[in-house]
């Protein structure tokens, strides 16, 4: 049976983007191929905060028992190697009933279900249609991966989505966070037109920038010219960054309204102000 290395699974309002508000199951995987240490930071330079949680690591009993970070990458321990202890092993069957025990009712309804990292589609993709085919999972409607866009699917697993969404009347998006300058991360590995572009023939996708500055909003410019040029079609978001709450009121206002000015959306950070961003939210 497949297994998925899973480092959160819990039941929350979506904060962000398409489906904010809706109730959904957050299934976080392990694993990224990023590691998204510049943001927060002046540009150029590199979060440090996670190494100081490593040091003291022996003082945590759990994933929960993580200290939040205002700078670099805020799912950090859903990725980073020194925390992976903390993210177990769950064979799609355990996952599927976990999933059965935290929504309301104990079966899919309204909800939606989020497949989140980390990066979720890296290798998990071949375990994806095990869980998705589980007999707990057949009341669920609407799904959506958010990926940093670098992955492509696999041919097996984007024939498995278009298939799912076409014969089961089922709804699938793509929530692109793709990665600019400010991250800390390349252009080059962080920007991959093509790759998006391709989620398009599978269900919805659009782009969700996570910006602070005039400069961040103008690499955004640039981005989408990128995507519309290998002609993505989907919708842009500006969300603001700021996984503290000291941090996202800064600028959320401002992010609005640079959204609002070139004709996008604006996503805000609903976990931030409501749940301030604590696991499981
Ligand atoms: S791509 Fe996302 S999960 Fe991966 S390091 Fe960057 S912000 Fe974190």
Redesign the pocket.
């Known amino acids: 049976m497949s297994k998925i290395k899973i480092a959160e699974l819990f039941y929350s309002i979506q904060g962000e983007g398409r489906y904010m508000g809706v109730p959904s199951v957050f299934l976080r995987t392990f694993g990224?191929?990023?590691?998204?240490?510049g943001?927060g930071m002046p540009r150029g330079e590199l979060s440090r905060e996670t190494n100081e949680i490593a040091h003291r690591i022996h003082y945590y009993k759990s994933y929960n028992d993580l200290p939040l970070v205002s700078t670099?990458?805020?799912?950090?321990a859903?990725?980073d190697p020194r925390f992976k202890d903390f993210s177990p092993m769950l064979t799609v069957d355990a996952i599927a009933n976990r999933i059965t025990e935290i929504i309301p009712h104990n079966e899919w309804k309204e909800e939606h279900l989020v497949i989140?990292?980390?990066?979720p589609l890296l290798g998990w993709q071949r375990a994806y249609p095990d869980l998705l085919d589980h007999p707990k999972m057949a009341g669920l409607k609407e799904i959506t991966f958010?990926t940093?866009g670098?992955q492509q699917l696999t041919p097996e697993f984007k024939k498995y989505l278009q298939e799912w969404a076409r014969w089961k009347n089922r709804e699938i998006t793509f929530s692109v966070?793709a990665?600019l300058p400010c991250?800390g991360?390349a252009w080059d590995d962080a920007i991959k037109p093509e790759i998006v572009r391709e989620y398009e023939e599978v269900g919805t996708a659009y782009l969700k920038f996570?910006v602070a500055t005039e400069q961040d909003i103008a690499d955004a410019e640039c981005a989408v010219g990128a995507y519309r040029s290998a002609g993505f079609t989907g919708h842009v978001y500006l969300m603001p960054v700021g996984g503290v709450e000291s941090v996202y009121i800064l600028n959320n206002k401002n992010v609005a309204i640079a959204a609002m000015n070139r004709g996008w959306r604006y996503s805000d950070r609903l976990q931030v102000p409501l749940f301030k961003n604590e696991w499981g939210t």
Do not use: L, P, R
């Open positions: 990224c191929n990023f590691t998204c240490a943001f670099g990458c805020d799912s950090y859903s990725w989140t990292g980390g990066e958010e940093n670098t966070s990665k991250s991360e996570v």
